[in-house]
């Protein structure tokens, strides 16, 4: 199949004017403040869950079961906006569906309801990301897809800083976990009206899309990237393993108490530069080779990861550890969405973004997973070592890929 001819530059309009348009804008407001609602209740769920008598066990059902139906609806999702030729009522759908579920949690008595309303939530978290996606390469050029996915994950992250502190600011004036819930709609309104002044480019619906073959005829060179991007991403383990090894590396000098509170600034930290980086990570993604710069980063998450094998207390050496997490993170979430925007056709652009965000959150549970369990059933050095080897392989892959555009 000869993918050439699908490519619209001129669904690019927005982008001639400047990559900073009216779209870009929408799109990053959007995140913002989707991610302040969604981290203002996440910050508070296991602490509201103690008091319906629920532990760790149910938070991680929830949160397993929450993953499984949002990988699979950012696969359909995209497809879907691919056959229908429009993506803007999906995304707008998408965030009315999170931001409607998640005020919810205040009606819940237990953690069953939670179980069911997180999976809605997530559901429309799901349904949203590959379509947004999409639409942010649809409303640049080329040229500068690296500066529009680096802005919207630095305000994406922002968000995701600000809810938490949002929270805790409640909490401390005493206000109740359900009252906190309830206040979550109130930035997922402005999240909503924020997609909706996105100015959608026409485009052709196609429903002559079947969803396999649509899978099957994606460009050799996105599949070989997503490959690639799979590989790294089943050792890339939840960043609260991270602060989890912090505290267990400080607390035999520091005590429990101070050990947990050094690990929350040292995760503060590495927030920070993962906001501050994202946009400087798109940029030099625009000037140089973004799959070069996905290799280093991919090998800067392995080199993390074998620094948390070594048995420190060096309060130094863990900030360059967390300063590292910040850097990669922020150089992964920048360019693979660029990366791919290169590689794929306009027409099947969503396929291709719900393709890579069903193989990312797969790679997000198996990762955790194996990771926790090796260094639970064996030693922390086996599987930070394992997370280490899966990075570099990663890398490795990428580095052997042609540098291939759509």
């Known amino acids: 199949m000869a993918h050439e001819p699908l490519v619209l530059v001129s669904q690019a309009k927005p982008g001639r004017t400047g990559w900073l348009n009216r779209n870009v804008a929408a799109m990053c407001a959007a995140s913002l403040f989707s991610d302040m609602s969604h981290e203002a209740a996440t910050a508070i769920l296991p602490l509201f869950l103690t008091t319906l008598g629920a532990g760790a066990a149910a938070l991680g059902v929830i949160e397993g079961a929450a993953d499984a ?55 429309g978290r799901g349904t949203r990301g590959p379509v947004r996606d999409a639409m942010m390469a649809d409303s640049v050029t080329p040229e500068t897809y690296g500066r529009a996915f680096g802005l919207h994950r630095a305000m994406d992250t ?20 359900r009252t906190i819930f309830w ?12 997609i909706l002044l996105v100015r959608e480019p026409k485009r052709t619906a196609n429903h002559g899309l079947r969803f396999w073959q649509t899978v099957a005829a994606l460009p050799s060179s996105f599949r070989r990237f997503t490959l690639a991007a799979g590989i790294f991403g089943i050792g890339n383990f939840a960043h609260s393993l991270l602060t989890l090894r912090a505290i267990e590396l ?62 420190t207390s060096s309060i130094a050496f863990l900030l360059l550890l967390f300063g590292a997490a910040g850097a990669y993170i922020a150089f992964v979430d920048a360019l693979e969405g660029a990366y791919a925007a290169e590689l794929l056709p306009a027409p099947v652009r969503g396929t291709g973004y719900g393709v890579l965000s069903t193989v990312n959150g797969v790679g997000d549970f198996v990762s955790s997973v194996l990771v926790g369990v090796l260094w639970s059933r064996v030693s922390a050095s086996a599987g930070f070592g394992y997370a280490a080897a899966a990075g570099f392989a990663g890398a490795l892959t990428l580095i052997l890929l042609r540098g291939e555009r759509s």
Do not use: E
């Open 69 to 123: 139906v949002a990988s699979f609806f950012k696969l359909l999702a995209g497809y879907y906006s691919d056959r229908i030729g429009k993506r803007k009522a999906l995304a707008a759908a998408g965030y009315i569906v999170t931001g409607v579920a998640k005020p919810l949690f205040a009606l819940a008595t237990s953690w069953h309801q939670i179980l069911g309303l997180r999976a809605v939530a997530w559901l």
């Open 158 to 177: 922002l968000g995701a800083m600000l809810g938490p502190l949002a929270a805790l600011l409640l909490l401390h004036y005493a206000v109740s976990y």
């Open 183 to 194: 206040l979550t709609a109130m930035p997922a309104a402005l999240a909503v009206g924020a």
């Open 250 to 311: 400080l607390t035999p000098s520091l005590g429990k108490g101070r050990a947990g509170v050094v690990a929350v600034g040292l995760y503060t930290f590495h927030n920070l530069l993962y906001a501050g980086l994202s946009f400087p990570a798109g940029w030099l993604g625009d000037r140089r080779s973004k799959r070069a710069l996905l290799a280093g980063a991919y090998c800067l998450f392995g080199l993390l990861a074998l620094g948390l094998i070594r048995q």
